[in-house]
């Protein structure tokens, strides 16, 4: 069993930064990828970043401003988030992978795929 914990969120004004941090506990080594979606009431959950390894994949919105990375050693990812705009309020979520898929941008779109999800941090950006 994998277990996530996210940290970091809270509110910020437009074109201020955040950064996400989502501890990983239990069997890490079952992980091959590891995810940030974001939900806002009403709409799906959407992607953001995944990351394995070296290789990272954004949804276009953020790209050049979110960056995703992960420190293997404190079984920690990261989501440092720039040039906040308020469309990027929601509720942001950690979530790890451990089955055996091709990696590829199409994980943002499939939420499913992904079985270890944490609770969710929240972030507010006002304008």
């Known amino acids: 069993q994998v277990q996530l914990v996210e940290f970091g969120g809270g509110s910020v004004q437009a074109g201020g930064s955040l950064r996400l941090a989502c501890a990983v506990s239990?069997?890490?080594?079952?992980?091959?990828?590891m995810a940030w979606f974001r939900q806002v009431p009403g709409k799906e959950r959407e992607g953001v970043a995944v990351?394995?390894?070296?290789?990272?994949y954004y949804i276009d919105p953020v790209k050049g401003r979110f960056t995703i990375s992960q420190d293997n050693a404190k079984n920690t990812v990261y989501l440092q988030m720039n040039s906040l705009e308020p469309e990027d309020t929601g509720t942001y979520y950690c979530?790890?992978?451990?089955?055996?898929?091709?990696?590829?941008?199409?994980?943002?779109?499939?939420?499913?795929?992904?079985?270890?999800w944490g609770q969710g941090t929240h972030i507010t950006v006002s304008s």
């Open positions: 979530a790890a992978k451990s089955s055996f898929d091709w990696f590829g941008p199409w994980l943002l779109t499939r939420p499913g795929v992904f079985a270890y």
């Open positions: 239990g069997y890490t080594d079952s992980i091959n990828a």
């Open positions: 990351i394995h390894g070296i290789q990272a």
